[in-house]
C-alpha cells in the first residue's frame, strides 16, 4: 500500500530559553501557532481541519490539557485532540490524520514551560513502578547513571568519548540564537564537573528550556499550492519499549532501533550512514547521543564513541550529529523536545539555517525519548524532494 505524500508547509517558533517569567505557556502556544500560520499562508478558521496538541498533565501542572488548547491555537469549536507523548509522536497523529484523506491540513503543536516546575524528580518518580522502584525513595535519575554504566561496559566507550558529545553540542549553540546554553568547554571541564549520578556529571546532562513550536501538515495537492520550500515526511516510526527497569534491555536503546527500523521501511532507506545527511538525535545525556546513533544503525554498536573522536559528527563532518546544539545546548523542553528536533531539520533542509547551514542537506532524520524512566521514542525522516 501507497501513502499519500504530506509535507510540512509551515513552521513557528518562539525562542528557546532557561526562564520565562514574562510570558504564560497560553502566550507561547498564541505567538508560535501565528508565525506557523503565517509561514504557511493558512487561516486557522477556515484553513485547517484539525489540531494536534502534545502536552502531558503532570507536566502542565493541570488536568485535562485539552481544554486550554483550542483558543491559543484557533481551534475552538474544531477538531482537537491532545497526544500525551513527544511532539514527533504527534506529527505522526497529524501526518496519519492527513493519510486518512479526511483532513488536508493539520496544525501540530507543544510547549514547554518546564521552568515553572519547583520538584520535577518528585513528579518524575511518579513514572516509575509504584510497587518496586518508587517506594526506594531515590532520584530518579540514578536511573540515567546505571544505563550509562551499563552502556560503557558493553561497548568499550569512554566517559571521554562522551563528554566530546557535551562539548560539541554546546559550541553548536552558538550558533543557535534560539539556543540556551551554548558555551566553548572542554573534555577536561565535562570530567571534572560536579558529579550527578556516577558516573553522569553535570555537564553530561541537559538542562531545561521554555519555548513553543507549532508545525503546519498539508497534503501533497494542497502543499504544491502553499508551500515553495516543502518537507516531505518520508517515513515515521515509534516504539515504546519494556517499562520495567527489571526487564528492559540496558547498554543498548531496543526502543530507538525499532523505530528506526519502521521509519527506513517506509522510507526506502536500506543504507542509513550513507543516505541519510544529517541527525537530530536525543542527547539528554551525552551518552545517549553515542547510544541512538547506534540504535539508529548510522554506525555499529561500540563505534559512536571513535566516531565523535574522528570528527564525523561535527557540522563539517561526514554525518553532522546535532547541529542545533541538541538538548544539552538548546535545553531539554520535555514533550516539545521532538517538535525542537524536527524544526531544525526543516530548517537545514529549507536552507533557511543561517550560520549552520549543513551544505547540500537533501535528507534528515529527527528521534526523541521522552526520557527517565521510559523506553519509548520516535523517529522521522523528513526530505525536500
Known amino acids: ?26 502566550e507561547m502556544m498564541f505567538e508560535a501557532a501565528f508565525k506557523a500560520y503565517e509561514d504557511a499562508g493558512v487561516c486557522a478558521r477556515h484553513d485547517i481541519d484539525s489540531f494536534v496538541n502534545c502536552a502531558e498533565d503532570f507536566t502542565e501542572g493541570r488536568s485535562i490539557f485539552d481544554i486550554h488548547v483550542p483558543d491559543n491555537l484557533g481551534g475552538v469549536l474544531r477538531s482537537v485532540h491532545t497526544i500525551c507523548h513527544d511532539g514527533i509522536v504527534g506529527l505522526i497523529g497529524g501526518y496519519m490524520l ?44 540514578y536511573i540515567a547513571g546505571m544505563e550509562m554504566n551499563r552502556y560503557l561496559y558493553e561497548t568499550g566507550t569512554t566517559k571521554e568519548q562522551c563528554a566530546l558529545v557535551s562539548v560539541k553540542n554546546k ?9 540556551s546554553y551554548g558555551d566553548r568547554i572542554t573534555v577536561e571541564d565535562v570530567l571534572h564537573s560536579e558529579m550527578a549520578f556516577s558516573p553522569l556529571s553535570s555537564l553530561d546532562t541537559s538542562a531545561t528550556a521554555d519555548g513553543g513550536i507549532v508545525m503546519v501538515l498539508a497534503s501533497e495537492e494542497k502543499a504544491r499550492v502553499l508551500a515553495q520550500k516543502p518537507v516531505w515526511i518520508r517515513g515515521v516510526g515509534w516504539c515504546s519499549d519494556s517499562p520495567s527497569l527489571e526487564t528492559r534491555e540496558w547498554g543498548a536503546a531496543v526502543y530507538a532501533r525499532l523505530a528506526a527500523e519502521m521509519a527506513y521501511k517506509q522510507a ?22 553515542l547510544q541512538h546513533l547506534e540504535a539508529l544503525k548510522l554506525c555499529r554498536k561500540g563505534e559512536a564513541g571513535a566516531m565523535g573522536e574522528e570528527g564525523a559528527t561535527e ?13 544539552l545546548g538548546v535545553g531539554r523542553m520535555g514533550e516539545a523536545t521532538g517538535l525542537q528536533r524536527t524544526l531544525e531539520v526543516v530548517l537545514q533542509l529549507r536552507g533557511e539555517a543561517g550560520k549552520r547551514q549543513v551544505p547540500n542537506a537533501r535528507v534528515g532524520l529527527a528521534q ?9 521514542g520516535a523517529v522521522i525522516v523528513l526530505s525536500n524532494e
Not at 559550541?171 to 539556543?179: C, I, P, S, Y
Open 1 to 26: 500500500m501507497v501513502l499519500p505524500r504530506v509535507a510540512i508547509v509551515g513552521i513557528g517558533y518562539t525562542p528557546f530559553r532557561s526562564i520565562t517569567p514574562d510570558v504564560s505557556f497560553k
Open 315 to 327: 557540522r563539517e563532518g561526514e554525518l553532522p550529529v546535532n547541529v542545533s546544539g541538541g538538548s
Open 171 to 179: 559550541r553548536n549553540a552558538l550558533d543557535n540564537h534560539l539556543a
Open 368 to 376: 526523541s525519548w521522552r526520557g527517565i524512566p521510559t523506553t519509548s
Open 98 to 141: 492527513v493519510c486518512t484523506g479526511q483532513f488536508s491540513i493539520v496544525a501540530v503543536e507543544s510547549h514547554s514551560k518546564l521552568s515553572n516546575m519547583l520538584t520535577p524528580n518528585y513528579l518524575v518518580a511518579h513514572a516509575t513502578d509504584p510497587v518496586l522502584n518508587k517506594p526506594l525513595g531515590y532520584n530518579p535519575g
Open 268 to 289: 526506502g532507506i536500506r543504507h542509513p550512514r550513507k543516505e541519510i545527511h544529517l541527525a537530530e538525535i536525543d542527547d539528554t545525556f551525552s551518552y545517549k547521543e
